[in-house]
């Protein structure tokens, strides 16, 4: 278990997998290592939920702070091929947000899900100390279903096709230069257009595109591990080896940069609203026309081959790619915290 973000496989499978809870015919899909989801199954219909952290960051505008919030919350049910229709939300504010500043996030979040057609069903408010930003509460959200609709992240066969939005690191590129664009190595012009990437980390309605366009047999959003890491993990839930072409990778303008500048890897980083995705290769060119329809930018970079009794596998250009033990991004984002505190500690 990683000193930052989550739980490794290891003891996801130890200590979690076998204390459940009570065991209950009505869960068609509990909790699984890879899979961001569970279903229940109610009456004959799929109910798909998922929690989240809510991470409310002000540096980058509540308004647009609040929207990135949601999104991280909703796209974990989203990926299933069904829309998020219910949400349930819970805040732990902490003592310096004002009633202003709440309403702002509130109202925001009241409109995002308005125009996405989810309702907020329940929730809790509240203030306590010793409370920070960004983690500043929790949500379940939901969506209602066929069980046959479900898209999972462990659902790739061989002769799939493997389509990636975005690319790699762009969600933590645009987050570091946005946060702490002045202390990264680079002109002016680099960081401004590594801080346009922030616009690119929504994946709910190109989520829901991709499945309405399919047939889409996998889908994964890239966060921790980043594209490394929702590769292994798609491989190896499904038995499947990924092979992976590095040059059709996508990599949006800026990403590059400012990994070099912070000594990372952008495949490893997080880079939530980027989504991997496993086609039938009858539906690669609907899938690929209606997201470029979004204008969201979309590579073929891969395909999916049986791997016989060893279990899956990632090769790019014929070199195995492993999942990445922790997420560049966690210390990058530390060491440039702990360097404007001391800045402003001067």
Known sequence: MSDLGKIDR??????????????????????THGVDFGVLDIG??????ATDPVSILPALGLERAARFALDLILADVAVS?????????????????T????????ETIHAECADLGVSIITGHTARYGDISHPWVGAATAMGVGDHDDIVRPDGA??????????GPAVESVGLLSTLYGDRIDLPDDAIATAQNRLEEVFAVRDALTAAAAGPVRAMHDVTEGGLAGALNEMADGAGVRFEIDRDAVPMRPGVREVCAALEFDPWAATSCGSLLIAVDPDGVAAVRGA???RNTPVAEIG???ATG????????DGDRLEHPAVDPSWAAYAELAAGASDDADL
């Open 10 to 31: 290891a003891f996801f499978d130890r200590h979690i997998a076998p204390n459940l809870g009570a065991d209950r015919d009505d869960v068609a899909l509990g909790p």
């Open 44 to 49: 004959g219909r799929a109910l798909v939920t």
């Open 81 to 97: 091929g069904v829309a998020p229709s219910h949400l349930s939300i819970c805040f732990t504010l902490p003592e310096g947000l």
């Open 99 to 106: 009633d202003d500043e709440f309403a702002t996030i509130w």
């Open 157 to 166: 066969r061989p002769g799939d096709r493997l389509l990636l939005t975005n």
């Open 291 to 293: 997201l470029e329809d």
């Open 303 to 305: 395909r999916v081959e």
């Open 309 to 316: 009794d060893e279990g899956g596998a990632v090769v790019v």
